[in-house]
DNA sequence: ATGCATGCAAACTCTTTGCAAACGC
DNA sequence: GCGTTTGCAAAGAGTTTGCATGCAT
């Protein structure tokens, strides 16, 4: 778009975060940007066990606390699972959870500036972030739960 | 406004729901009802004590998943604070999080119904609920943030 | 060489569960 | 009286912490 896009362009983001590059991080880091499956700690923990064996979890807590900390990805708490979930969008946009499967998804092409525009008049908060969390059944659940269930 | 309101609604909600009245479920559902503070489960029990001192913690977190489970409240899970906090807030509208002293303000007169109906349109999802957490500094905290980082 | 990051294990918090006694309907 | 709800205590899950070793800068 603008320059090249070098293909180690998250080890741009950690050193400008001042971060180290470390081997785990960086295979933390890319592994969630790569993933649009929302993973848990404990998601990335297990997902990396082949490629790095002798990692503990907790530097993949330690890590994802940094990289929140340092705004390279976001937590999501809205699954209702217990469990944090992550996202290396940071841009505010709309997580779908299906209240079935429990799968997240992202819409991304739904403005969401009015609102928080409206927001910021209404509140005077100095505005940081938003996310919205819309909870509803997927597609898929949607034809297996008519199927199972006929009568309601 | 519309009828008179019977001391008593939160009874009848209680009934209509099919859950049995307890002294427990009706102090906590009315503690949360009273509160604008989205406590949680913890915040609730210790809050009680003084009514109640022979509740349980159990009871707490059983009476509250009976109640979300019955559509009387509802879970807010986006505090990042490891704790689900509870709303008797049923509809869907937008909470005000402070990352600064991490208050939860609910926002009812911001329209959403145009955002819900386009993300249905797009996701063919069949819309349960939605809810919305804007992050930013509530105008208390930047005035003491700004006083103690005059250069930031 | 300096000091941040890792790995390990234990600790901590929040929440859930099993079971007997108590209570609402 | 029947079946749900409570209270207690223990267990479970997710996450954090302390400290010595290792590695990025």
Known sequence: M???LPPDILIGHLKEAELRVTPQRLAIYRAL???DAHPTAKDLFEQLQSTLPSMSQATVYNTLQALVEHGLIQEIAEAHDGAVHYDAETTPHINLICTN???IEDV???PLHDVAEQVTARSGYQF???RIAYYGLCPRCQQ???ADQPGE
Request: include cysteine; proline fraction near 0%; charge should be neutral.
């Open 108 to 110: 991304l092409d739904v």
């Open 101 to 103: 499967c429990h799968r």
């Open 33 to 35: 940007v790569a993933s």
């Open 128 to 130: 940081q972030n938003m």
């Open 2 to 4: 603008t320059d090249r």
């Open 144 to 146: 297996t739960l008519a």
